[in-house]
């Protein structure tokens, strides 16, 4: 411990990769997401944010910001707002034969992503959009700053990307939602007819102390987690879906054929890309006291690190050949298809549902109230479009981080005669 | 009295509390773990309000089956 009483040394490494013992470690409420201030939380994306609260402000911010995350949205979202941006995206952004198609997975993504933020901006315009996404990957570089190669370039970028971030998109939007709490706090208005995103609940609750929200930037850092949170995840998959897809071989034009055909198979394939390819495969937790996880004793301030991989290719679990990619796998009744990739617990990652739809269920028939989740109708997009990999052209992983699931990069090619005209 | 077996999957509920909105008496929110659990007047709810529930979860991750057997 050093002199400011900050965390500078773990008194011990733990590690674990046995699904049980993961997922009981990620519901013990001594462990928490808090590490190094210097080094994690000063200066980057993650200072003061949700996901690395712990106690009474974690609990006050989750109780808020997930009602946000509402059945009834998701269903707008996917069945009619959404189909008709991306199909109109898409239109524009495949504007050749060849094209990478990472950063149309993350402007198809930060569209909804910064409606639910509540951010002001103009999703029409492609300029918007694009200062956006920019604004997710320095987010995002920050995110998973414990594996950044250049942590200090990294405090450097999302110093600089927040302050543009507020000023473009936040202050706006922070004023327009002010007004209308006024307007309620006067009781002219209905606390119903206030826009439903996270800024909007958080300036309503700010002054709830167990919020800490007193200080603007950290609600600036609130907003940039969601839009980071709900763009370069989706981004991710779908990228990472079209790799393992193509790394079939001969078989990826049935596997794409059918993913153009049936939406939830589509959605297995997305689910199944979770699995192997999880956004943070390696995840960390800090003891905040004494704690015993499967029998095995963890000393405060211990780190304990998952390895969500192993713990998702666990063959009693996931089936035979675990490390293989199979949409149509058979697994047990006990665990989900993207294994324990979204986390556990209360740190749970609350836009699951959104980029990943509901549990694919068992017998393959989805109900009508089903969720297939956004990043299911993107892959089925660009499948109905005939992606297919492009020969000539590598795709670029991205090495500014050590996590093997992030690309920078994935040139693809599309048949220059299916386009729009195959939406339904 | 119909008697409904109500469950909530903790690894799948994010404790967004729609189901304590819609039916307060029947599920409570676990603060430290984060997720939603089901109080015994659940099982004896009217079961539009379960059925309710379900289509509400923004997770999926309520399950309730009627006395015949059903889920809802």
Redesign the interface.
């Known amino acids: 411990m050093s002199d400011d009483g900050l965390l500078t040394e773990f008194t011990a490494t733990i590690e674990l990769d046995r699904y049980e013992d993961i ?1 009981a470690a990620l ?1 013990d ?1 001594n462990l928490s997401r808090s590490f190094d201030k210097r080094s994690y939380e000063d200066g980057n994306i993650r200072s003061g944010i949700v996901s690395i609260a712990h106690g009474a402000t974690h ?1 006050a911010r ?2 808020v910001e ?2 946000q ?4 949205v ?1 269903r707008l979202y996917e069945r009619e707002l959404f189909p008709k941006v991306m199909n109109d995206l898409l239109d524009v952004l495949i504007d050749s034969e060849r094209v990478d198609l990472f950063p149309i997975g993350e402007l198809l993504s930060v569209v909804l992503a910064a409606r639910r933020a509540g951010i002001e901006y103009d999703a029409s315009s492609l300029d918007d959009l694009r200062t956006l996404v920019r604004h997710v990957d320095a987010f995002s570089q920050g995110a998973a700053i414990l594996d950044a190669k250049d942590p200090a370039a990294v405090r450097a970028l999302v110093r600089e990307a927040y302050a543009e971030f507020e000023r473009q998109f936040v202050r706006p939007a922070a004023a327009t939602r002010g007004a209308l709490i006024e307007r309620l706090r006067r009781g002219e208005t209905a606390e119903d007819e206030l826009p439903h995103d996270i800024l909007t609940v958080l300036l309503l609750h700010r002054e709830d102390p167990h919020m800490e929200l007193a200080d603007d930037a950290r609600i600036v850092r609130e907003v940039a987690t969601y839009l980071q949170g709900g763009t370069h995840t989706s981004a991710q998959t779908l990228v990472n879906a079209l790799d393992l897809v193509f790394a079939t071989g001969d078989a990826h034009p049935v596997i794409i054929g059918r993913i153009a055909e049936d939406t939830l198979f589509a959605q297995r394939v997305v689910q199944e890309t979770l699995r192997l390819r999880p956004t943070t495969p390696k995840m960390k937790r800090r003891a905040e006291a004494d704690t015993e996880i499967a029998g095995r004793r963890v000393p405060k301030d211990a780190l304990v690190v998952l390895d969500i991989v192993a713990a998702n290719q666990d063959p009693r679990l996931f089936g035979a050949q675990p490390d293989q990619f199979d949409p149509d796998r058979a697994i047990d009744a006990s ?2 298809r993207w294994g324990l990739s979204f986390g ?7 836009g ?2 959104v980029g990943g739809g ?2 694919v269920p068992a017998d393959f028939h989805a109900d009508a ?1 089903h ?1 297939f989740g956004l990043v299911a109708l993107e892959l089925q997009a660009v499948a109905r479009r005939g992606v297919r990999p492009d020969p000539s052209a590598a795709p670029e992983r991205d090495m500014r981080t050590a996590r093997f699931t992030r690309w920078l990069h994935y040139p693809v090619r599309f048949d220059a005669s299916r386009g729009s005209a195959l939406r339904t | 009295m119909t008697t409904a077996h109500v469950t909530v999957d ?3 509920c ?5 189901c304590v909105r819609i039916l307060p008496s029947g599920f409570q ?1 676990d ?5 939603s659990v089901p109080q015994p007047p659940a099982s004896s709810a009217d079961v539009d309000v379960l059925a309710d529930v379900v ?6 991750a309520v399950r309730v089956v009627d006395a015949h057997g059903n889920a809802l």
């Open positions: 997922r519901f409420p609990r989750r109780r997930n009602t995350f509402r059945a009834d998701l665990v989900q556990g617990g209360p740190h749970q990652c609350p699951r549902a509901f549990p109230d969720v | 903790p690894d799948l994010i404790g967004s509390a729609e929110i603060e430290a773990r984060g997720v289509r509400s979860c923004p997770t999926g």
